[in-house]
Nanobody, 115 residues
Framework: QVQPVESGGGLVQPGGSLRLSCAAS????????VGWYRQAPGKQRDLVAT???????IYADSVKGRFTISRDNTKNTVYLQMNSLKPEDTAVYYC?????????WGQGTQVTVSS
């Protein structure tokens, strides 16, 4: 059983930065694709970024150049560095781990960008 646990959310002013962490148990973590998704109130859950076991990354157009996803397999953790935050980045951010054939979701962490 894989259980992702997100942390690092909070309230930040526009233009500020936050770093989210997704930690998970499981000896196969280094082989898993891990993704960050977000869901704003009244909207669907959308992909933010993903990283494969070989460190290939994909980003949503809305965050390219501002967000960076990375992983530390020695700590079973994936990070999402978020810079130049905008009010429209406000959402609950979820970590998803693909351990074929299952997807595992965390409980989410709230990010609020407001002055």
């Amino acid at each position: 059983q894989v259980q992702p646990v997100e942390s690092g959310g909070g309230l930040v002013q526009p233009g500020g930065s936050l770093r989210l962490s997704c930690a998970a148990s499981g000896s196969r973590f280094s082989t898993n694709t891990v993704g960050w998704y977000r869901q704003a109130p009244g909207k669907q859950r959308d992909l933010v970024a993903t990283i494969t076991y070989s460190n290939r990354t994909i980003y949503a157009d809305s965050v390219k150049g501002r967000f960076t996803i990375s992983r530390d397999n020695t700590k079973n953790t994936v990070y999402l560095q978020m810079n130049s935050l905008k009010p429209e980045d406000t959402a609950v951010y979820y970590c998803n781990i693909l351990s074929v054939p299952q997807h595992y979701w965390g409980q989410g962490t709230q990010v609020t960008v407001s002055s």
